[in-house]
């Protein structure tokens, strides 16, 4: 690639991102003004102060440790993988954002049904207060191991690092946007094609049998190609026997699970009534 093309691209990255974050401010704006759900102000300003702080502790964090590698394992492997040999255009690129997306579901997935990913991906579930802030409420270590897939799936794909970090920016907008405490105009329809909130609230409800369900972060169709797809409105957000009101409880929530919880519970006697 050539000085004038990296530059290019460079731009129109800085750009997506831009819009990205132009979408979080006006969709914040929003929600403040027009909420779906009403929370107590005590509950939104702790979530929100302890999901920007994770936000910050984490790319504090990746940045100290260089984990963001996704960005140089697609640069060193772009000419091989199962998509290298095709022509860089359109097609190429609508078919690494399929792919993408649909690893994202896998790994989604894998993070409910597995106990050791569960123990990471949950402390994005403690949240009590469903809002657009919630999209940065993740623990450092989750953020870790889905890099980690993803630097596996780009060298299986093989495309341009460029496009891998623009499907990113993409997925970042709408991991914003279907975060968001808000109406959506003709959400019913909109959610046949893409996540919207209506659908990942349901994903954020206390159940489980409920948030197990609409694993999508783009695309909604693979939520009901397998089965996993679930439209209803949960009582209740968050966890239920364990949450965290602050960044050092929500760091620290990964290594308490709810099993242990429910053994030191059966250890306690229980009054006669």
């Known amino acids: 690639m050539n000085p004038i093309e990296n530059a290019n691209n460079s731009d129109s990255l800085a750009f997506l991102f831009g819009l990205a974050m132009i979408a979080f401010v ?4 929003i929600e403040k003004r027009r909420p779906y759900l009403h929370f107590p102000q005590k ?39 199962v998509l290298s040999s095709l022509q860089d255009g359109p097609v190429k690129w609508l078919l690494a954002f399929l792919l993408f997306d649909l690893a994202i579901y896998a790994w989604h997935f894998a993070s409910h ?24 409420r993740f623990h450092v270590f989750d953020i870790m191991l889905e ?10 794909i093989g495309v341009d690092a460029y496009v ?14 279907h975060h968001a405490n808000i109406r959506v105009p003709f959400e019913t329809f909109l959610s046949q094609l893409i996540i919207t909130p ?17 694993y999508g972060i783009v695309l909604s169709f693979w939520d009901r190609m397998f089965n996993t797809r679930k439209e209803l409105i949960p009582q209740n957000i968050g966890l239920d026997l364990i ?22 519970f059966g250890l306690i006697p229980k009054g006669k009534k």
Not at 164 to 177: C, K, N
């Open 26 to 29: 006006l969709l914040l704006v």
């Open 43 to 81: 509950t939104y300003k702790e979530s929100f102060v302890t999901n920007t702080t994770a936000f910050l502790f984490n790319n504090i964090i990746l940045t100290v440790l260089k984990a963001s590698s996704l960005f140089l394992v697609a640069q060193q492997f772009a000419s091989h993988g």
């Open 113 to 136: 049904k597995y106990e050791w990913l569960w123990r990471f991906h949950k402390i994005h579930h403690s949240d009590k207060c469903f809002n657009v802030s919630t999209g940065f």
């Open 147 to 156: 890099i980690a897939y993803k630097c596996i799936f780009v060298i299986v």
């Open 164 to 177: 891998v970090l623009s499907i990113e920016i993409i997925e970042l907008f709408f991991i914003f946007f």
């Open 198 to 214: 209506s659908l990942h609230r349901t994903h954020h409800s206390t159940l489980r049998t409920e948030h197990d369900s609409n």
């Open 243 to 264: 949450e965290a009101d602050n960044f050092i409880q929500l760091f620290s929530l990964a290594f308490i699970t709810e099993r242990k919880i429910m053994k030191l």
